[in-house]
Structure formats: C-alpha cells, structure tokens
Nanobody, 122 residues
Framework: QVRLVASGGGLVQAGGSLRLSCAAS????????MGWYRQAPGKQRELVAS???????DYADSVKGRFTMSRDNAKNTGYLQMNSLTPEDTAVYSC????????????????WGQGTQVTVSS
C-alpha cells in the first residue's frame, strides 16, 4: 500500500525558513502531480503549491516568491522550501500525490499523507 509521510515542520521565528519533505513509499511505479496543502484551526484547507511530473510548479498567491516546491523522483519525495515565514503561515501542512502503483497499468490514484505542524512566532 502507498503511504505518504510529511515531515520537517516545527517552531520558527518570523523571517525564518523551514524545509518540508513528503516521502512516498510502498507500491509505486511513478508519481505524477504532487501538492502541498495547509489548514489553520477553524479554516478550510488551502492549496499552497503543486508540481507536475515535468517539474512545472504552481503556487498560491500568498506564498509566491517565498515558497519553492521541488521533487526528487529517484527518492519518491517532494519538498517545500519555505522562506520569509510569517505568523500567517502557521498551519498544519499536508502533502498529496497522484501515483501510479504498477508499471503495467495507467490507472493513477490520489494519496494523502498526515500533516506536519508549522508554527511561526512573531
């Protein structure tokens, strides 16, 4: 079974940086689009960034110029580099991925990982 594990969150001061990782494991042939989401208490989940299989990225307006998403296909891992963090970035960050489990099938499925807490102090 495919599993995604998000890590790298923590407590950081405003203006600081964090690098989140999203590692996929299990039955994986290939990973297509990967995405990072965040959700603050009492608010809906928000798409932060996504990256396609050919490394094209998209970002929420609130993080453009500060966050950078990347991927390492050899490690089945996606990353989110977060710079110039502000208290408004405080949230639980989760990752997902569109994954093809088997080489002999073109059927893909979406998988979600658990969240990692990011807290930015003033």
């Amino acid at each position: 079974q495919v599993r995604l594990v998000a890590s790298g969150g923590g407590l950081v001061q405003a203006g600081g940086s964090l690098r989140l990782s999203c590692a996929a494991s299990g039955t994986i042939s290939s990973i297509n689009r990967m995405g990072w989401y965040r959700q603050a208490p009492g608010k809906q989940r928000e798409l932060v960034a996504s990256i396609s299989s050919d490394d094209r990225t998209d970002y929420a307006d609130s993080v453009k110029g500060r966050f950078t998403m990347s991927r390492d296909n050899a490690k089945n891992t996606g990353y989110l580099q977060m710079n110039s963090l502000t208290p408004e970035d405080t949230a639980v960050y989760s990752c997902n991925a569109n994954i093809r489990p088997y080489t002999w099938s073109s059927v893909n499925s979406i998988y979600w990982g658990q969240g990692t807490q990011v807290t930015v102090s003033s």
